[in-house]
């Protein structure tokens, strides 16, 4: 099946731990993002990658660190996690970096941080 | 940076009414301005979207309309059905924002939209 696709879907970790999310896309893509959605369905944009190149950082803790070992992959890895890390995360990609382009969201991460 | 704001946050109606949702943007460089659907438990997915050069779309029983001056632009659903249950977002973006020329989305708070049988 061509789609996004994320790694892993349930995450329960305690407080401090360090956990990582993956993040694939088959569709040929050559942009990537990482959303955060609030338990008030908030959706907030995080990163963005295109062609393994950072273009957007948004104002997020740098304990969040995102990783594209390659334009089809865009992983994100979280250190010392916190209660607030709590959240669905969702990795997206788009057929090119302009906003005009329709982007794919994966089927998202839900973590819970105990 | 942009700013979009979403109204209502709730919305009940009967099946086969319909069903508005709007929203405002802050920064007249928005120019594309898409609607997400996000079903219970699911990922969001693309339902319309507009540029900043047309006034109206449709398709289908969903329309959008924006209104550059006054900077607000709304999602219509008419004969609306129990399967439109769900979140919509709208959002704004700039292909020029933040300098990068890739541009980025900004969400709006998002609206539940429940449809009553």
């Known amino acids: 099946d061509t789609a996004v696709s994320q790694t892993p879907k349930y995450l329960v970790t305690q407080m401090g731990n360090d956990k990582s999310i993956k993040c694939e896309q088959n569709l040929g893509h050559d942009t990537m993002y990482w959303y955060k959605q609030d338990s008030k369905k908030f959706l907030k944009i995080m990163f963005s990658?295109?062609?393994?190149?950072?273009?957007i950082n948004e104002t997020v803790p740098n304990r969040f660190s995102p990783k594209s070992p390659d334009k089809a992959h865009l992983n994100l890895h979280i250190n010392s996690l916190e209660l607030g890390d709590s959240a669905v995360y969702f990795c997206?990609?788009?057929?090119?970096?302009?906003?005009?382009?329709?982007?794919?969201f994966g089927p998202g991460t839900r973590l819970t941080v105990l | 940076g942009e700013n979009v704001e979403q109204h209502p946050s709730t919305l009940s109606v009967q099946e086969g009414d319909s069903a508005v949702i709007k929203c405002t943007y802050s920064?007249?460089?928005?120019?594309?301005f898409p609607w997400y659907k996000q079903e219970l438990g699911k990922r969001p997915q693309l339902i319309i979207d507009i540029r900043s050069n047309v006034g109206e779309k449709k398709d289908q029983r969903i329309a959008v309309t924006l209104n550059k001056t006054a900077k607000h632009f709304s999602l219509h659903i008419t004969e609306t059905q129990p399967e439109d249950s769900a979140v919509y977002f709208c959002a704004g973006g700039d292909t020029n924002a933040g300098g990068t020329s890739y541009g980025k989305l900004t969400f709006g708070q998002g609206t539940i939209l429940t449809v009553h049988p």
């Open positions: 920064d007249s460089a928005s120019n594309y």
């Open positions: 990658y295109n062609n393994k190149e950072l273009i």
């Open positions: 997206a990609s788009s057929p090119r970096g302009t906003v005009y382009n329709e982007q794919f």
